[in-house]
C-alpha cells in the first residue's frame, strides 16, 4: 500500500507530504488545483514497476520519465516543473509498506527524457493499479490499444492502460465467488451484466429477458458502472490491488451516484487502496454516511482538501473530513441555498 507521497515543485501541488489511508483516500478542491495530478503521478509511479521486466536504474529512469510524458502529455518531461523564473527542479518520493516498492527522484526543468532516482523499487508490483478518467473508456474496446500504440495520439496513456485491463478474461473459481458479491449492485443499477464477445472483444449489456445491447447503446452513466464492474470480474480491483478515480461523479445523476458512492466504499473493503478526486458534495455526504455505517467503521480513511492561501495552493488532511476547513464545494452549495432561499420566485 502507499503509505505517503511527498512532492517539491511538481505542477500546480503544493510542496507537501500527503498521509494516504490504506483503504479510501478521498481529494476535494477547486479546479487546477491539482486534484487529478495527484492521482496521475501516483498512478505513474506505480504503473512502471507493475509493467517493468528490467528493474535496472537505468531502465526505471526512463520508464518513469516516458509514464509521466504518457500520462501528462507535456510537450517534454521538463514542463511538469512547477513555473517559476529561470531553470528549476521538482522531486517526489513515495514510501510503500514494503520498502521494496518505494521510489524516489525527480528532474530539471529542462529535463526530456530521463527521471533521475535516488531510490528505485528493486521488485516488481504484483498487480497493475487501474486509472478511471472522468469518461467512460468501455466503448473503445477492443479497438484504441493497437491504434494507441501504431499511431501517435494525443490521448492520455491512462486510456490505453485502461482499455488493456478492461480487455483482461473474467475470474473463475473462488475468486469469482468473491467478486459476485461487489458485482451485484452494480449489476442491479445496470440492469443485466457486462459481457465480452469473444470473437470481436466488443462489450455488450446483457439484459434478462431482452438479449444484448451494444455498450455504445448503453447510457454513459451506466458504461461507467459498466467500467468498473468489469475491472472487478477480472479481479484487478479485487483485493490488494489500486484505484484511482477521478471525478466519478461526472454525467451521473444522483440515484446512480449513490451505487458508485456504495462500490467505492465496497472495494476499497475488499482490500483495495482507492484514491477518488471529486468536486461533489452529494458524493461526499454519501461516503461520509456509508463510512459511519457499523461495517465500514473500522474501514481505514483519510481525506484531503487544495485551496488557494496566500496566493499558493496549500493541502489540508486528515482521518475526519469535519477537520478539512476548506470545503470550497461546500460553501458554493450553501451559498447557492442561500441564494434560493431569498430569490424572489421561491
Known sequence: MIKTLEVQNFTALPDATWEFASGLNVIVGENGFGKTHVLKLLYALLKVPSDAKDLSAAQLERAYAEKLVGVFRPESLGRLVKRRQGRGRCGFSVRMTDSQLSVAGGFASNAKSQVELKKRPTKGLERSPAYLPTRELVTLCPWFVPLYDNYHLEFEETWRDTVSLLGNPSLKGPREKRAAALLEPLEQAMGGKVQVDAASGRFYLQLPGEGRMEMPLVA??????????????????????????????????????????????????????????????FLLRELEMLLGDKQYQKLPRRWFALAAKDGEVALEQSDQVEDIQTLVMLDEELAQSDRFMNWEGA
Not at 229 to 254: H, K, V
Open 220 to 281: 454513459e452513466g451506466l458504461r461507467k458502472i459498466a467500467m468498473l464492474a468489469r475491472l472487478i470480474s477480472t479481479g484487478t480491483l479485487l483485493e490488494q490491488g489500486y484505484l484511482f478515480w477521478d471525478e466519478p461523479e461526472t454525467n451521473l445523476n444522483p440515484k446512480l451516484i449513490k451505487i458508485i458512492a456504495a462500490s467505492i466504499v465496497a472495494v476499497a473493503a475488499s482490500g483495495v487502496q482507492v484514491f477518488v478526486a471529486s468536486h461533489s458534495l
